[in-house]
Every structure is written in structure tokens, then in C-alpha cells.
């Protein structure tokens, strides 16, 4: 069974530090997309970085030049670090794991953690 495992969160005061974490229990880890996302209250979930299949990196215009995401294949984890944080960066951030295609395997995916609430506030 599928086990994504998101630590990290909590309160933090406008331009404060987070480090988010998620632990992945899943096969051929490295070949798969890593993406985070959040949710805040009363709107859609978005993007906020991913790590594609291709190992390229992409992030919300809104998180550009704050937010680092990283990963390490040896531990099945991928990380957010959130430098500069401000009140609009509070919601429940999820971590979320794409599928793999290595030597004509396929290795299903799109599994989800339960979320970490990060709280930007004075």
C-alpha cells in the first residue's frame, strides 16, 4: 500500500522559514513526477512546485525566488523549503506522487498525502 507521510508544517510569522517533507512508500521512486500543491480556505487547489518524470523543475509564479523544491531519491522524500513566507502562502499543502514508465514497465500513481496546514500569520 501506497504511503505518502507530509511533515513540516506549523505557524510561522510573515517572512519566516518552513521546510516541508514527504516520505513516500512506493517502487522506482526516482523515476516518478513529485509535485506539491496547496489548498487554502474557500479556494481550488493549485501547484505551487513539481519535479516532472524528465527531471525538470517548474513552480507557481507566486512561490518563484521563495520556495526550493528537492529531493532525495535514496530516501523516497522530496522537500519544500519556503523562505519569505507570507500570509497568502497559508493552506494545507499536499504532497502528491505521479506514475512511472521505466523498461516498458508501467507503475501506476497520483497518490496523495493527508496534507500539512502551514499558517503564515502575526
Known amino acids: 500500500q501506497v504511503q505518502l507521510v507530509e511533515s513540516g508544517g506549523g505557524v510561522v510569522q510573515p517572512g519566516g522559514s518552513l521546510r516541508l517533507s514527504c516520505t513516500v512508500s512506493?517502487?522506482?521512486?526516482?523515476?516518478?513526477?513529485m509535485t506539491w500543491y496547496r489548498q487554502a480556505p474557500g479556494k481550488q487547489r493549485e501547484l505551487v512546485a513539481q519535479?516532472?518524470?524528465?527531471?525538470?523543475?517548474n513552480y507557481a509564479d507566486s512561490v518563484k525566488g521563495r520556495f526550493t523544491i528537492s529531493r532525495e531519491n535514496a530516501k523516497n522524500t522530496v522537500f519544500l523549503e519556503m523562505n519569505k513566507l507570507k500570509p497568502e502562502d497559508t493552506a494545507v499543502y499536499y504532497c502528491?506522487?505521479?506514475?512511472?514508465?521505466?523498461?516498458?514497465?508501467?507503475?501506476?500513481?497520483?497518490?496523495w498525502g493527508r496534507g500539512t496546514q502551514v499558517t503564515v500569520s502575526s
Open positions: 502528491n506522487v505521479g506514475p512511472a514508465y521505466i523498461d516498458n514497465t508501467y507503475y501506476t500513481g497520483d497518490y
Open positions: 512506493i517502487v522506482v521512486f526516482s523515476a516518478r513526477a
Open positions: 519535479f516532472t518524470r524528465s527531471g525538470s523543475i
